[in-house]
């Protein structure tokens, strides 16, 4: 019987990352992401508003699938609209027209799901309203960040900070972490990891904001302090939800990443950090001009 030889195959295999992703694809759909978000803060502003209320839209969306492979039953269609609407109104109409759609927004998710089945009905709002409040609203005080005095520059800063963040945690935790913060829910996450995050969020921090923005440099120290905290708390907290509801990645749309959710997990909690800190600030700077 002849010997059939398989020839090798001519498609070229996927490269991956150590981590398991394809790091050509994540590579590529990271810098096209840049690109359009620095076209929306500096040239076109509408597009910081599409951009958030896509990202605020398909977020929930994954979220809510999580939700029901978990076995919770969400009212999904709805709950990833009116997360995408939340920003654009805030785009629209500031503050005022963000609390009124989303009033509007988590009563219609109510009432799907309360003419709906009713078994499962109270976790299925509380879940649906997480969600919404989760991606929608959070993604949403970046657009009122954006309509402040050097708004661009304050929202590209806390997004640069929330990665370095991420950046300088990693690097310390490979090297030098050995004692867990909390290792029942995240027992990668550890006390070396935090302190390289702090102190590389204070540096990167006060230099970038003296070179972004016209105001005192120790602005960007607070903020990057308090985002540190807040990101390891969002970590922590995200990490529960996942053990859960028994997921890793809460979605794949995005090649070499995941989710939408699982890259922009870190500016969500960035996002109302940089807001309340430099709304605080501002205030406190009026007080005291005007003692």
Known sequence: ???VVEEP????AQKTSRAGRNLPAAIGVGAGLIVVLLVGLFLVPPVVALLAAAAAGLGVWEVCGALARGGIKVPRAPAAVG?????????VGGSEALIIALILVCTVVILCRVFG??????LSVMSSLFAVTWAGLLISLAVLLFHTPEG?????LVILMAVGNDTFGYIAGVLWGKHPMAPRISPKKTWEGFAGSMLGSLILGTVLGALMLDVPWWHSTVLAFFLVIVSALGDFSESMVKRELGVKDMGDLLPGHGGVMDRIDSILFAIPVGYVVFELLVAVGRLGQGG
């Open 1 to 3: 019987m002849p010997t």
């Open 9 to 12: 195959s001519s498609a070229p």
């Open 83 to 91: 997360a995408a609407v939340l920003p654009l109104a805030a785009f």
């Open 117 to 122: 089945r009713t078994d499962g009905m109270v």
């Open 152 to 156: 661009p520059a304050k929202v590209l």
